[in-house]
């Protein structure tokens, strides 16, 4: 992207999002809001309250906002929870108003399904939308149906961040192929690591006996796939496979701390537990990937994308991952890494298996998947193709 000629020059983007952390679909909206400013753009992003994300914003003077947005979460799926979303409407719209006042907004991008807020308040306003989709939704059914209505209802343009999103839209309502494409996220990848702290990490991720560290790097929820690693590296105890540990990085999501407590109590149980560590959520991920030697995105559950194993291979590892959704666009099977059936324990163990036996194997399937990442998944892709995506949507609806 050529940034001295700031095609954006006066234009504003309104950002939606539901989340103030710094995961997967945050990272996404803070690296397209950074490129759609630097190409000349006024961006202002709305959100729920103050976080690791609302930090990055400050540094890089993004204007951002806190108050309360409309979310569509599995909770607002009874007669209760639509009654009050219903309630939360008009005071949610007008606060939206006082923030852009007086002020133009060109086009409104709502970052993941679950923003309500961006849609109504650009349908309202008549302001052209486009609704970033990182999610696919199997459960429950009335989600999965409604989402893909509402796409068509609200939404001028329509991006999905994975082929695999693309085509549980098109499954559910054929009809939104018209607005769709496909922009696969990007990775902001640091101009150098700090190596002080990476052998630090090294150490403490390398204790006695074990000579490579597999890690899963992720929020805690009920389908990051935690337990089944834990399973999978159980598998390979028994088998005399003893020479590794096993790290999680992340923490859960609010109002899902029962996850996290589930798998302390998990690992507590486990005869490996020693060689088990549960890290918290890490503001800079990137020592902690170069300390590891193996990235698992073991997901029991279809995910639209799947940040981490873009992130693992920026920084030269093999990723073991679930042979769904996304994920099989960017783990290529046997080259960068190796896909398995999901919720597979036994399968996940015998991916890690070769691995762990095959030092040169590792190591060459770690400089193929930089390389893979250096040639899909760099932030540059990402920010240039959706200038052109804001630039045709802005320009569609003159």
């Known amino acids: 992207m050529n940034t001295q000629d700031q095609p954006l020059k006066g234009k504003l983007i309104a950002f939606f999002h539901q989340s103030s952390d710094m995961y997967g679909s945050d990272k996404i909206l803070l690296y397209v809001a950074e490129g759609m400013q630097k190409s000349g753009a006024q961006v202002v992003v709305l959100l729920p309250d103050e976080g690791p994300i609302t930090r990055e914003f400050s540094t890089r003077g993004i204007e951002y906002h806190t108050l309360p947005m409309l979310k569509l979460t599995r909770a607002r799926f009874s007669p209760k929870g639509l009654f009050n979303l219903a309630l939360e ?46 999610e696919i939704i199997e459960h429950p059914w009335v989600a999965a149906k409604l989402f893909p209505i509402l796409l068509k209802m609200f939404a001028d343009h329509v991006v999905c961040n994975s082929n695999a999103t693309y085509q549980w839209l098109a499954k559910v309502l054929p009809s939104l192929t018209k607005k769709m494409t496909v922009i696969w996220n990007g990775v902001s990848t640091p101009a150098t690591i700090d190596e002080i702290k990476v052998a630090e990490l090294y150490k403490h991720y390398h204790p006695q006996g074990a000579r490579l560290a597999i890690g899963l790097v992720g929020r805690i929820n009920r389908l990051k796939g935690h337990s089944l690693l834990l399973e999978a590296a159980e598998i ?101 890494g190796f896909t398995f059936t999901p919720r597979d324990s036994q399968a996940l163990a015998i991916a890690i298996e070769k691995l762990l036996n095959n030092d040169a194997l590792r190591i060459n399937m770690g400089k193929v998947s930089k390389s893979r990442f250096e040639a899909e998944f760099t932030l540059n892709k990402l920010t240039d193709r959706f200038l052109a995506t804001f630039l045709k949507v802005i320009d569609t609806q003159k």
């Not at 650009?122 to 970033?132: D, E, G, N, T």
């Open 89 to 134: 409407i008009k005071p949610a719209l007008q606060a939206y108003d006082k923030v852009f006042g007086e002020r133009k907004v060109d086009i409104v991008h709502s970052n993941t399904l679950a923003v309500l807020g961006g849609a109504l308040w650009s349908f309202s306003r008549k302001v052209p939308h486009l609704w970033h989709v990182h």
């Open 236 to 336: 390979l105890h028994i088998k005399g496979l003893n020479d590794f540990s096993v790290i999680f990085t992340g923490s859960a999501p609010s109002g899902q701390e029962h996850f996290e407590l589930q798998l302390k109590e998990r690992i507590a149980q486990s005869p490996i537990r020693n060689r088990v560590q549960l890290l918290g959520y890490s503001k800079d991920v990137w020592p902690s990937y170069a300390a590891l030697d193996i990235i698992c995105v073991p997901s029991t559950e279809p995910e639209s994308f799947g940040l981490v194993a873009a992130e693992a291979m920026a920084i030269g590892r093999p990723v073991i991952a679930s042979h769904s959704g996304g994920l099989i666009e960017i783990v290529q099977d046997g080259v960068t």
